[in-house]
């Protein structure tokens, strides 16, 4: 049975990171096709728009995307192209996951194995109801957190718990201070996880949750909370592992999913061969968990971490000599 998805390569390092994923896909023959779609700067020359109405018409009618970098050039069209895509398609959870692998230069070369949910539709990220006044000296911003927003997030976040076989979940928070916003968010977490009583819960406020990420991070092993203190906290957890070019991201609704590599375009090594296709490759084995895959999103897990072992195809980024292409026939030699 066959699955389109749509493909957007992106800018910069997007294209060379895309087409070595796709290579790899294609070593694995799961019946995928592709239908691609221009964003960002790509976009911008072609059509004259960031972000166009076919592009969006594809992502309805896939209802699942694989996504390279994007750049929104600064004073035109949408604060970021990746919030209007996720706002555009209610892709109301990230789901980043951050895990130990070898020959990274890690702090951390095991024992980290974290997956952080972060709603992604509301909260200060958002950047709502944003003003400031006449002489430039008072700059104020609306936080919107809702009951409906919070439940479907921890809700997804014990669903993912449960299916995956995690035995815990933090809860990221600071209603100690932020008493309506982070307070209802709480509240609600609070009433979620009663439901699931074999899924340890613990609470934890988000400067204490850093602290203790970097202290000992193996205490954690899913963590859910609100748009922007996941913004930071996932990346906080790549740290740990290796940087964002191992750090892949899901962005998942109702209707429709975009996987991705979290990292930027690189414009200074674009076109140079030179970039680390892991965090795509990895966006893409969750992409496969999503169709309904796991035996095969494992599988391409398992070969990153064989090449990452063999140390015999790394970019230059993790040690190596490699380039983008031979890291990815490295891979796919392993599947």
Do not use: W
């Amino acid at each position: 049975m066959t699955q389109t998805i749509t493909v957007i390569r992106g800018d910069g390092i997007g294209p060379e990171i895309m087409d070595a994923t796709l290579h790899v896909l294609d070593t694995m023959q799961l019946g995928l096709k592709y239908e691609y779609a221009d964003a960002g700067l790509a976009a911008m020359e072609k059509h004259g728009e960031l972000l166009p109405a076919a592009t969006l018409e594809s992502i309805r009618r896939n209802a699942i995307a694989l996504k390279s970098p994007l750049t929104t050039p600064v004073g035109e069209g949408f604060s970021s192209i990746n919030v209007a895509l996720r706002r555009h398609f209610d892709l109301y959870a990230n789901v980043r996951p951050a895990k130990s692998f070898p020959n990274t230069k890690s702090r951390f070369p095991s024992g980290v194995d974290i997956v952080t949910v972060r709603e992604n539709t509301e909260g200060a990220y958002i950047g709502e109801g944003q003003s400031i006044t006449e002489d430039g000296e008072t700059a104020t911003l609306m936080q919107k957190v809702t009951r409906k927003g919070s439940e479907r997030i921890v809700r997804y976040a014990f669903d993912l718990a449960r299916r995956t076989g995690r035995k815990k979940i933090t809860v990221v928070h600071k209603a100690n201070i932020l008493k309506t916003t982070s307070g209802l968010f709480l509240k609600v977490a609070r009433e979620v996880a009663a439901q699931y009583p074999e899924i340890e819960c613990n609470e934890m406020i988000v400067d204490n949750t850093c602290m203790q990420l970097v202290i000992r991070p193996e205490q954690f092993d899913v963590i859910v909370t609100t748009n922007l203190f996941g913004d930071i906290i996932s990346d906080l957890c790549a740290g740990l592992v290796g940087g964002l070019g191992l750090a892949p991201g899901a962005n998942i609704g109702v209707d429709a999913a975009i996987f991705e590599a979290v990292h930027g375009t690189a414009p200074d090594i674009a076109g140079k061969g030179l970039a680390n296709p892991c965090a795509l490759v990895l966006g893409a084995a969750q992409m496969l968990d999503h169709l309904g895959k796991p035996d095969q999103a494992q599988r391409l897990r398992d070969a990153v971490i064989a090449t990452l072992e063999a140390k015999d195809a790394l970019t230059p980024d993790l040690g190596g000599e490699g380039d983008t292409m031979s890291f990815a026939r490295a891979i796919a030699s392993r599947l």
